[in-house]
């Protein structure tokens, strides 16, 4: 059965970084492309960055653009998510998705939990 496991998440001050890695089992990330998603009460999930399958395109959501960076690690098995300048508006739960099957941008057959990010001043 194929999960992804989110880790990396806590609590951390406005301006501060956190570095988020999602890890799978019984599924290889090289063969797929990948996102982060992030959740946060009251508001829809938000696609906030993707990576193609051999890293070269990298897109962002415009929130977060300039200050999160998506990268993979093919050698671990997995997926990062290095996130900088934190406000208290990128408060939520973190999740990780795999394996593109449809045109939505969350047409993805694979879901982590999630990893809860809490930023305050």
């Known amino acids: 059965q194929v999960q992804l496991v989110e880790s990396g998440g806590g609590s951390v001050q406005t301006g501060g970084s956190l570095r988020l890695s999602c890890t799978a089992s019984?599924?290889?990330?090289?063969?797929?492309?990948m996102a982060w998603f992030r959740q946060a009460p009251g508001k829809e999930r938000e696609k906030v960055a993707s990576i193609t399958i051999d890293g070269a395109i990298k897109n962002y959501a415009n929130t977060v653009r300039g200050r999160f960076t998506i990268s993979r690690d093919d050698a671990k098995n997995t997926l990062f998510l290095q996130m900088g300048t934190l406000k208290a508006e990128d408060t939520g739960t973190y999740i990780c998705?795999?394996?593109?099957?449809?045109?939505?941008?969350?047409?993805?057959?694979?879901w982590g939990r999630g990893t809860q990010v809490t930023v305050s001043s």
């Open positions: 019984e599924f290889d990330l090289t063969r797929e492309p």
């Open positions: 998705a795999a394996k593109i099957f449809g045109p939505r941008p969350d047409d993805y057959s694979y």
